[in-house]
């Protein structure tokens, strides 16, 4: 097992540990190639899980659910009012204040109502995915839109808000036909400049509209306006801790800990305020 392999599995396995408790009913597992690892972590454990439901993000997080026995949930057969305990996913870029970019796998419109709809996200990625500000290695966000509107939001995004060149992400490696969703939409992929954080504006730097350069909570919004946008690949804002604090039972959409496997095999774990530095698991 090379490197990154062996730190995704390191962080999956310290995260479950963490945060995977006895009497949870309903957790969310994510898309991506790192959430093998957290599957595996959890059957690991030696826990009675015949009375828990494991709600996916996408068909390929089902399978492995089904497949390490494993019982899955689909998000619409939760009961109303109820929330998923916890759910653990992956990121394609985190910065430092913990928000994220998802969608490389396709899979964000399922992976956002999932976090959204737990009481606390677990990321789990590994030591390429941490950067200082959103979009420094990642090249573009990922959105997802219906195909009738694909054009003009693409247009939209272009030259109104300043993306370079979005485009509507290919299937394969011929990339002769558009990637279709599980929800049957396209995934547009807009580049723009790296995203700025609050305290970035607030020190100064330029913001433009024409230019492409945005803090990073003020473009998700920008986007989701967009007629035809179902989802946007920003988590950011609040997380479910801070949601539930204050009264909301939902709404929180970035992760309350991060967990990043290193190199040299050891697991650094970023926790925000709400959580703190013990990364205690979620009532």
């Known amino acids: 097992m090379g490197d990154i392999e ?6 999956a396995t310290r995260a479950v540990t963490e945060h995977f ?26 826990i009675e899980v015949s009375r828990m439901r494991f709600i996916p993000t996408g068909y390929q997080s089902r399978q492995l659910v089904i497949n390490a026995g494993l019982t899955p949930w689909s998000f619409d057969d939760l009961p109303v009012g109820a929330l998923m305990d916890v759910c653990f996913d992956g990121a394609d870029e985190v910065d430092e204040d913990l928000n994220c970019i998802k ?5 964000l419109h399922q992976e956002k109502l999932v976090a959204t709809h737990a009481k606390r996200f677990v990321c789990v990625a590994d030591y390429r995915k941490l950067q200082k500000r959103l979009l420094s290695h990642w090249p573009s966000i990922p959105i997802e839109v219906e195909p009738l509107a694909v054009d003009a939001v693409m247009s939209q995004l272009q030259y109104e808000l300043g993306s370079t060149k979005p485009e509507i992400r290919q299937l394969g490696s011929d990339k002769v036909s558009p990637l279709k969703t599980d929800q049957n939409n396209f995934i547009v992929d807009a580049p723009f400049p790296t995203l ?19 803090e990073v909570q003020t473009l998700a919004k920008e986007i989701k306006q967009l007629e035809g946008v179902l989802s946007v690949g920003i988590f950011a804002g609040e997380n479910g801790d801070e949601a539930m604090a204050r009264g909301c039972r939902t709404g929180g959409q970035k992760p309350s800990v991060v967990y990043f ?4 095999g050891s697991v650094e774990v970023k926790a925000a305020a709400s959580v703190g530095a013990g990364g205690a698991a979620a009532k």
């Open 261 to 264: 496997g290193m190199q040299d």
């Open 21 to 46: 408790q006895p009497h949870f009913k309903y957790i969310g597992i994510g898309s991506g190639s790192t959430i093998v690892y957290v599957v595996e972590a959890i059957k690991a454990l030696d």
């Open 6 to 11: 062996s730190a995704k599995r390191a962080a």
């Open 103 to 107: 969608g490389g796998g396709a899979c």
């Open 196 to 214: 700025l954080l609050p305290r970035d504006v607030e020190a100064g730097t330029a913001l433009g509209r024409k230019k492409g350069t945005w």
